[in-house]
């Protein structure tokens, strides 16, 4: 699972920085860009520090940060969505949405795992 979820953080950063090199430049625009960029590569980033955790505590907390900086994508994400008007565009965001949302489902529950254990 953890091979499988890292590959699909990559692939979400990845897939986001793609989307937002199509996406308009304008000072607004620019500003949410760099923090979403910022957050979607943190995310995966994180998880993968999380896997060579010193011990439980340091692994939990890693992956804590990692759903913090996907949350934070998510709601990028839904910024940028809100002002487009490309239907293709659109189209792309909202995929990347979903996927954010599922990514924050998984990190979540590996959350709450973690801290019951």
């Known amino acids: 699972m953890e091979k ?3 590959n699909r953080l990559l692939k979400f950063a990845i897939d ?9 430049n304008n000072e607004e625009s620019l500003i949410i860009k760099r923090q979403l960029i910022k957050s979607s590569t943190s995310s995966g980033a994180n998880y993968e520090e999380a896997q060579g955790g010193s011990s439980k505590a340091d692994f939990t907390n890693k992956v804590r940060i990692s759903l913090k900086e996907m949350r934070e994508s998510n709601y ?6 809100g002002t487009l008007t490309q239907k293709e565009l659109i189209q792309e965001c909202q995929r990347l949405i979903k996927e954010s949302q599922e990514l924050k489902n998984i990190l979540g529950s590996i959350c709450s795992k973690t801290q019951r254990k």
Do not use: A, E, Q, Y
């Open 4 to 6: 499988d979820l890292s």
């Open 76 to 81: 990028w994400l839904k910024i940028i969505n």
């Open 16 to 24: 986001t920085i793609l989307f937002l090199r199509k996406v308009k």
